[in-house]
């Protein structure tokens, strides 16, 4: 197996008796694999990976993670809990119309590197989808701590211990064992680091150095998840070199959000968070409160003006449709054009009373009546208007002070 398959996000006090445990269960007198009963991963009666408390879904993910779930032969029960099972009850939570946030319930002291940033990415990318947290059930360490600061916020009692935030790889050399035992093992390689780490030989400075590499670029990938789905900013050599520590030295650094009592207290306090009242938010959150609400006047007025614009569209349509059963297709095709010039009434008005009406003769002789008079007035009216003035035949504009000294000296 190569080295890099045995890396692990363990806490170093616990490696060893995990990998130990699991190695223990998996073996059989007769090396037949077998089957073995595969059970649920929460002990509610659901086989979705989750259940609905209070309207959140909590899932649980305890004992060591690994990329697939392991179950032993002997009991049955999970020896790992894997990436697998967590990614498809995500899944299954967020398509949940019945639960409104999702909770992660962690009594693990972590587990294999390779898979948990690509778990972790798909937690803090579904969160934005639904409000998500992490409950520190007794013991979230290293790849547990991982995958629950890709929530945001992560919730725990006093006395659970939470962190370990490292990368560790195990290297064993049977080399003198196999020399007391007579063994000489052979590794015929093309490139020199193809057979680096096997068991059977001691391990080399130049392959230390190599996986030392590996193991520290892996340690900066989960120290920058951890800053940046919690905002921790204290220095990291306080809570990054893989120490564990109790809930209240981890939330005064940053990876606990929120002392609570227990798991209940958990739910009720992601409830009460996507449930902020305005009060609060705009105490806590002024400038996001004012955001939200530009956003919301913003949307209102467009509403507004998109309702009002369709109202005064049905309103002209009507008006037009009159137009056209009393004076016909004529007057309102010329009236429609006054009305897409964006012209007022009053301006129609005012523009006709400075116009010269055209002669009598220019009626249409079939009408009669005051209405069809005055109609067809206003269609000459707006005749000149729309054409661009007064037309060649009328005669010259005169003021009002000229006309009303004509019309005096005409009766005297």
């Given amino acids: 197996m190569p080295m890099t398959e045995s890396l692990w996000a363990l806490p170093p006090e616990q490696a060893e008796s995990v990998l130990s445990a699991i190695a223990r269960e998996l073996r059989r007198p007769d090396g037949d694999a077998g089957s073995a009963a595969i059970p649920s991963i929460v002990t509610e009666e659901t086989d ?3 259940a609905v408390i209070n309207g959140v879904a909590v899932i649980p993910v305890s004992g060591p993670i690994a990329r697939q779930t392991t ?6 029960r999970a020896l790992t809990i894997g990436h697998d099972a967590i990614s498809a009850a995500i899944d299954a939570a967020l398509v949940d119309t019945s639960a409104k946030a999702i909770l992660f319930s962690f009594n693990s002291p972590g587990g294999v590197v390779h898979g948990t940033k690509e778990l972790a990415d798909k937690i803090s990318a579904a969160a934005t989808k639904k409000p998500m947290a992490a409950y520190a059930d007794g013991l979230m360490a290293s790849a547990a701590m991982w995958l629950g600061a890709a929530t945001g916020r992560v919730y725990a009692p006093a006395t659970a ?5 490292g990368v560790v790889m195990v290297h064993t050399d049977y080399s003198r064992i196999n020399e007391r ?4 093992v052979t ?4 490139g020199k680091f193809k057979s680096a780490g096997n068991p059977d030989q001691p391990l080399s400075d130049e392959a230390r150095d190599l996986f030392q590499k590996q193991v520290s670029g892996i340690h900066e990938i989960f120290k920058a998840d951890v800053v940046r789905g919690l905002g921790v900013t204290a220095p990291s050599d306080q809570w990054a070199e893989g120490q564990t520590m109790l809930a209240g030295e981890a939330q005064r650094l940053g990876l606990v959000t929120t002392i609570v009592q227990d798991i209940e207290s958990a739910i009720n306090a992601l409830n009460q968070e996507i449930t902020m009242d305005y009060a609060t938010l705009a105490a806590q959150h002024p400038d996001l409160l004012a955001e939200i609400e530009n956003k919301a006047k913003a949307q209102a007025l467009a509403e ?6 369709q109202a005064v569209s049905t309103e002209r349509d009507a008006a037009l449709a009159m ?3 009393v004076a016909g297709d004529d007057a309102a095709d010329r009236i429609k054009t006054l009305m897409d010039s964006g012209i007022t009434a009053e301006q129609v008005k005012i523009m006709a009373s400075v116009m010269a009406v055209p002669p009598a003769s220019a009626a249409p002789s079939q009408k009669s009546g005051t209405n069809e008079k005055i109609l067809a007035a206003l269609q000459q009216a707006s005749a000149g208007v729309v054409e ?7 005669e010259p504009k005169r003021s009002k002070l000229v006309a009303d000294a004509e019309r005096r000296a005409a009766t005297a």
């Fill in 187 to 190: 590794y015929i390689t093309g």
């Fill in 71 to 76: 179950y032993s032969f002997w009991s049955g």
């Fill in 388 to 394: 661009g003035g007064i037309p060649p035949s009328a």
């Fill in 181 to 184: 035992f007579g063994v000489s």
């Fill in 323 to 325: 137009v056209r059963a």
């Fill in 48 to 50: 979705k990976g989750y």
């Fill in 304 to 309: 507004h003006q998109a309702q009002a614009g």
């Fill in 161 to 165: 211990s939470v962190g370990s935030i």
